[in-house]
């Protein structure tokens, strides 16, 4: 199997069972506060691997420089919008809408990279994105989560965050994939890049995090820089809108967790939409 592939799947798994932990153990504290000290932590744990590629940074043309910095900057504020919207209402809820990134992912890569995609693996990518809307549905007309979108401050932050997620997404193909930048590399700076850009709100916000979960924060960190490598790694390997859709399977992770953990419910529902997710998934790994 595509390494890529395996890369991208670990992903989904370990984020999705990430953001629902986030929720259950920190999702009190601050958010930015929070994502400081743990993206902080995740820069100093994988320092010892992007260490040999840093000197390559001295090399690179102004452009690619500008792009490398870009994606990370983009990174923090797609992060922080993400986690700010978990914060203010339920994993089950906000999860799903952040994680429609493949959407707009595709019609990027189609029209700027020119991608010759399957008709599999783009049928996987609708029916991964279905899945993902499904384990979000409630009630009502099928436009009503994005009525609701209008006036909900976590949806809306949701979906601005996944919008953002998808500049990042097709950042990180051009990265990886058209100008062969080291994982290693494009992973660190992305990290700092995300401790950088919540920093100012974050050092207001850090006495609200108690000094006895430090520990507990910088053993995240880890899982961090873990989960940001496997996603490079599916990026490197796959196109982005396929990378995309795999990773943002972790959205039914989430969910699932989130109705078996933190009880938030119509579980039927969203087991359905797992499976719909998976068989997605199944598509664009055949294709």
Not at 82 to 99: C, I, M, Q
Not at 185 to 191: A, E, K, M, N, Q
Request: net charge neutral; glycine share 10%.
């Amino acid at each position: 199997m595509n390494v890529g592939l395996l890369a991208a799947l670990a992903a989904a798994l370990l984020y999705g069972c990430y953001l629902a932990g986030y929720k259950h153990f920190f999702g009190d504290y601050p958010a930015l506060a929070y994502l400081l000290v743990v993206n902080g932590a995740a820069v100093v744990w994988y320092l010892p691997v992007a260490a040999p590629h840093l000197p390559k940074l001295s090399s690179v043309g102004l452009d690619v420089l500008a792009a490398l910095l870009g994606t990370a900057a983009l990174t923090g504020l797609a992060i922080a919008g993400l986690f700010e919207a978990l914060r203010r209402g339920d994993v089950s809820y906000v999860t799903p809408l952040n994680k429609l990134v493949p959407l707009f992912v595709l019609p990027l890569e189609l029209v700027i990279f020119s991608a010759d995609l399957s008709a599999l693996q783009m049928g996987g990518v609708v029916l991964a994105t279905a899945g993902i809307y499904a384990a979000n549905y409630e009630s009502g007309s099928l436009v009503d989560p994005f009525r609701r979108a209008l006036s909900y401050r976590p949806a809306q932050l949701a979906l601005a965050s996944a919008l953002t997620f998808a500049v990042v997404d097709t950042g990180k193909r051009l990265l990886l994939r058209e100008l062969a930048l080291p994982t290693p590399l494009v992973v660190w700076v992305s990290l700092v890049g995300i401790t950088v850009v919540v920093a100012p709100l974050g050092l207001r916000q850090r006495e609200q995090l108690p000094r006895r979960i430090a520990p507990a924060l910088f053993g995240v960190g880890a899982f961090i820089a873990l989960g940001n490598h496997l996603i490079a790694l599916g990026f490197t390997e796959l196109h982005a809108s396929v990378a995309s859709a795999i990773v943002n399977a972790q959205a039914v992770v989430a969910v699932l967790l989130g109705g078996l953990v933190l009880e938030e419910g119509a579980f039927g529902q969203r087991l359905g939409a797992g499976l719909l997710t998976v068989l997605g998934v199944a598509f664009v790994a055949l294709g």
